[in-house]
């Protein structure tokens, strides 16, 4: 009776240990797929091609005008795209917003050029004020899809 216990609990506790060595794999091999896809979804977000073989942005061509709430109101932003990608991104109006506010959030601009997305971190410390031209940015990119 000792020795089928035994060799009971050593059966169970290799079950056990290939089921946990079956999940790590299982995660690694999703983590590697997540990576894959994400990265491909970043290219295909970033460039398409136009039909003439030649790469170009996601965007439409233009100067694309957004709005949304910041901090004390409505922040106003214009875009504007060249080649399809997000060249400049000027504020036109905020009104409502605290300067030292949207002095601070105004940094974001440069993170959405740079990514070419509106999908970047806010600044801390100009939260709503970062969210409102991040939103308006967005907007006016909503406008401008190609």
């Known amino acids: 009776m000792k020795r089928f216990f035994a060799k009971s609990v050593n059966i169970f506790a290799v079950a056990v240990l290939l089921m946990g060595y079956n999940m790590v794999l299982q995660a690694r091999h999703q983590q590697e797929e997540i990576e894959r896809l994400e990265a491909e979804l ?20 233009g100067t694309w005008e957004g709005q949304a709430d910041g901090f004390g109101g ?7 795209v060249e080649d399809g990608n997000i060249k400049e991104v000027k504020i036109l109006s905020a009104d409502g917003e605290d300067g030292a506010y949207l002095k ?8 959405i050029i740079e990514e070419q997305s509106t999908d970047v971190d806010v600044v801390s410390g100009a939260t709503f004020s970062s969210n409102g031209i991040k939103n308006a940015v967005k907007q006016a990119l909503d406008k401008a899809v190609s």
């Open 104 to 111: 601070m959030a105004q940094e974001i601009t440069g993170d």
């Open 42 to 61: 970043k290219s295909g977000e970033l460039s398409h091609s136009d039909g003439s073989g030649k790469e170009t942005g996601a965007y439409a061509d």
């Open 74 to 80: 409505i922040i106003k932003v214009s875009v504007l």
